[in-house]
């Protein structure tokens, strides 16, 4: 699968933002398989992207293809089976869900389309430390330990691209090195890609492409 990107901008950013930016306003092609880092700073359009990308939203110009889906022609049943085969996401909000517990939480999403069996949810929270916070509720959790949770559930599914909006906001470096080291083990046992965008360069990515938002 591959990722074309054309001439996108979003609808209530002004023209010239496109002359600074190395993808607003650009034509980009991405194969599944690359490691793609976006560094962005506040206010760039860093979530605006993501979140175009996953389909979630169209207020903008130009168009996005997986392959010969164009997202902005995809119907929701489509997009929803675009997504559970081909696209996965951590949002910048994590988006779980507050009153089931964390295992519930990863349980749910894993039963969705299965990649990895029921005992891999244990085994992944141990490694990012958060084995204990399984029984617990997900709104009962510190935010980074939700950020790890919505981590795990990101990697519940199979996916040809991993979309990354800011995924370590709130974990420490050893933490960040620990998720970014399972995300990359579990992206390249599938050939696939990463799209990574944070607010600055983290020297523990192994980007094959860097762009400057
Ligand atoms: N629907 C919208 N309508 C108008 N302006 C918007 C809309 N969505 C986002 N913006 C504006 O576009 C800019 C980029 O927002 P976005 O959330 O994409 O940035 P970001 O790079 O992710 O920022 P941060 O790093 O602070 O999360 C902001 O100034 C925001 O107010």
């Known amino acids: 699968m591959q990722l074309a990107i054309s001439k996108l901008l979003p609808t209530y950013f002004e023209k010239s933002r496109s002359e600074t930016s190395e993808i607003w306003g650009k034509d980009l092609l991405w194969k599944k398989g690359e490691m793609i880092k976006i560094v962005a700073p506040s206010g760039s359009g860093k979530s605006s992207l993501i979140n175009f990308l996953y389909g979630m939203r169209k207020d903008y110009e130009g168009n996005i293809r997986y392959d010969q889906h164009d997202l902005d022609k995809t119907d929701a049943e489509s997009l929803a089976s675009l997504r559970k085969d081909h696209i996965s996401i951590v949002f910048q909000d994590l988006r779980l869900f507050p009153h089931q517990t964390v ?107 860097l762009y400057h938002l």
């Open 103 to 209: 295992q519930e939480n990863l349980e749910i999403k894993r039963q969705l389309n299965p990649y990895h069996p029921k005992e891999k949810i244990a085994e992944m929270a141990e490694r990012l430390g958060i084995g204990k916070k399984l029984p617990s509720l997900a709104r009962t959790c510190s935010y980074g330990e939700q950020q790890r949770v919505a981590i795990i559930r990101a990697l519940m599914q199979p996916f040809d691209f991993l979309l990354l909006d800011e995924p370590f906001s709130h974990l420490d470096n050893r933490n960040s090195e620990l998720a970014m080291q399972l995300m990359l083990e579990e992206t390249r046992a599938r050939q696939a890609s990463i799209v990574f965008a944070d607010l600055e360069r983290i020297e523990f990515f192994p980007f094959t492409s």
